[in-house]
């Protein structure tokens, strides 16, 4: 065991335990002030729910024994053989339990990522109930195929820090939510204007800062590659911040606040499969074209005529695509040994494995969650009513409101 | 007597205060507005999206005086609150039936 790991690791974990309610405050800015509340609480009650989600079942499945190279056992039901003593299979230098709750918040933000794709518009407990079985259903195995022993880590698919498990599931998913959900009440007629964009800022500002834990915390040491990840981490997100504004400058004639924020969580997306592969030169090319692709994907919305209402397709699904696919580009085993070279480092191969952990985890995160919304509109219906809608969620499903 | 209500570019209010001062006017009431005219609202952009604002923000003043000033009153307006684009705002000039100084009782006059 070492003692600088453990220490890392656990800031690492607390770091990402902030992108949390940093992400509560980045989509909070972003709706009608009437819904701020809501959607604050559609990250926040996470922390609870998969918390106690992951330390029953989620941990195991995800971690524990694998079967067949499609989960895990239940074998370390309610972290039951998780203790203190480093685990034999991953992060071998630090407890256990250290590892264990790192992990325990990537589950808890990835399904508060999608939370902005039906922002506004649907139940408290449908979206309880959604939650709970996404995070069983589509993140646990997903999460067992690319690192705890499943079929796509056996294959040689490179996913860091969390591109294809966190950013393309949650992106799928919003597009399905979407989809599933319908659009809001006058949709094209009304007016969706942001109603505290300081505050979205500062929530994009925690998920930078929380990101460096994500990324470089992935590492599960104290070592050079952790500083490989947390350097490549900032560069890229840095990169896409100015590509952002720099393409939303020449096509829509201003740079905007919120364009250097998206900017900066599309490039953050894009690196974090990659940044244990990549050097700094890569990142800036990683950063660059996911700051000007997802301002592209987040224009061409419009066209398709979905409600995502806060461009989780557009961010975390193209971002997150783009990142595992450069991530068969640029990886390098001069940057890390353990992983593979990409492409450019010739190594074709590692791209068509990239390619196959991509569409797998759209398909599946696709179907699953189609299934889900649909038993739980069935269950208990997904929207809230036309008259709750008008009156805002915070005082139609909380009771409370933001501002007085 | 005559109330003046006046709508300017916010950016404009300092001038007008200053110039009506300076002609003897003794107290006006500024508020925050929002509104059109053919000027037609404005433009914002988020993410790429485009919003049309329907009403923009403007100062009204309200300002009583007797009517001898009003002429002078409305050329140091039109002088100070002029940029020559569109939205410079207007000004609405209403009879007055009687002003009273809540705290002394005064009326007339002597009570703007």
Same mark, same amino acid.
């Given at each position: ?10 800031l ?6 902030f ?7 980045? +989509?909070?800015?972003?709706v ?11 990250s ?20 524990? $024994? ?9 074998d ?13 299979? +991953?992060?071998?230098?630090? $407890? ?7 992990? *325990?918040?990537?589950?808890? !933000? ?9 922002? =506004?518009? !649907?139940?408290?407990?449908?979206f ?19 690192? &705890?022993? &499943?079929w ?16 393309i599931?949650? &992106? ?19 007016? +969706? ?9 500062t ?18 040491? *104290? ?24 393409? =939303? ?12 924020a ?5 490039g ?6 990659? *940044? ?14 996911a &700051?000007?692709? *997802? ?5 061409l919305?419009?066209?398709?005529g +979905? ?19 450069a ?8 940057i890390? $040994?353990?992983?593979a ?9 590692q ?16 179907f699953?969650t189609?299934? !889900? ?16 809608? =008008? ?7 909380h ?5 007085n | 007597?005559k ?28 508020? /925050? ?7 037609r609202?404005?433009?914002?952009i ?15 003043? /309200? ?18 609150a ?6 410079d ?11 009273i ?5 005064e ?6």
């Amino acid at each position: 065991m070492n003692a600088g790991d453990t220490v890392f690791v656990l800031l690492s974990a607390a770091l990402v335990m902030f992108m949390t309610p940093g992400l509560a405050l980045f +989509y909070g800015g972003l709706v009608r002030n009437k819904n701020v509340l809501g959607t604050i609480m559609q990250s926040f009650i996470l922390l609870g729910l998969i918390t106690l989600e992951w330390v029953m079942i989620g941990y195991s499945m995800s971690f524990g $024994p694998d079967i067949g190279g499609i989960i895990g056992n239940l074998d370390w039901f309610a972290l039951s053989g998780v203790g203190m003593e480093p685990s034999e299979s +991953y992060g071998t230098t630090i $407890p256990h339990l250290a590892f264990m709750i790192f992990q *325990c918040m990537f589950a808890i !933000i990835t399904p508060a990522l999608i939370t902005g794709a039906f922002a =506004e518009r !649907i139940k408290f407990s449908a979206f309880i109930l959604f939650s709970l079985l996404w995070a069983i259903l589509v993140y646990n195995p997903l999460c067992h195929w690319a690192w &705890g022993g &499943g079929w796509m880590g056996k294959m040689g698919a490179l996913d860091f820090a969390g591109g294809t498990v966190v950013h393309i599931s949650s &992106g799928a998913a919003a597009f399905i939510a979407a989809l599933v959900t319908g659009k809001r009440k006058g949709f094209g007629i009304t007016q +969706y204007i942001p109603h505290n964009l300081p505050m979205a800022i500062t929530g994009a500002a925690l998920l930078w800062f929380g990101w460096f834990g994500f990324n470089a915390g992935s590492a599960l040491s *104290c070592s050079g590659l952790a500083a490989n990840a947390f350097v490549v981490t900032h560069i890229s997100a840095s990169a896409a911040a100015l590509a952002w504004v720099s393409a =939303e400058w020449i096509h829509s004639g201003k740079p905007t606040t919120l364009g250097a924020a998206s900017g900066a969580v599309a490039g953050l997306v894009a690196i974090t499969p990659a *940044c244990g592969y990549v050097g700094p030169v890569s990142a800036i090319i990683i950063g660059l074209v996911a &700051g000007a692709l *997802c301002f592209c994907g987040v224009m061409l919305k419009s066209r398709f005529g +979905y409600d995502d209402s806060l461009d989780v397709v557009g961010i975390h699904g193209l971002g997150g695509i783009w990142g595992a696919l450069a991530t068969g580009l640029f990886a390098s085993v001069a940057i890390n $040994p353990a992983g593979a070279n990409g492409l450019f480092f010739g190594n074709p191969g590692q791209l068509w494995i990239q390619f196959i952990s991509v569409i797998g985890t759209i398909a599946f995160s696709f179907f699953m969650t189609f299934i !889900i919304l649909k038993v739980v509109d069935l269950i208990i219906g997904l929207r809230v009513s036309i008259e709750d809608e =008008e009156r805002g969620l915070d005082i139609s499903l909380h009771n409370e409101t933001g501002y007085n | 007597m005559k109330k003046l209500e006046v709508i300017i570019k916010s950016f404009k209010l300092d001038d007008v205060k200053e110039g009506l001062s300076a002609i003897g006017i003794k107290g006006l009431t500024v508020s /925050e507005v929002k509104g059109f005219g053919r000027q037609r609202g404005h433009k914002e952009i988020y993410r790429g999206a485009e919003y049309q604002v329907d009403f923009v923000p403007k100062i009204k003043l /309200e300002v009583v005086m007797e009517t001898e000033l009003v002429n002078e009153a409305v050329k140091v307006i039109l002088d100070k609150a002029t940029t020559g684009q569109i939205g410079d705002g207007k000004i609405f000039i209403l009879p007055v039936d009687e002003v009273i100084r809540i705290r002394t009782g005064e009326k007339g006059k002597n009570a703007i």
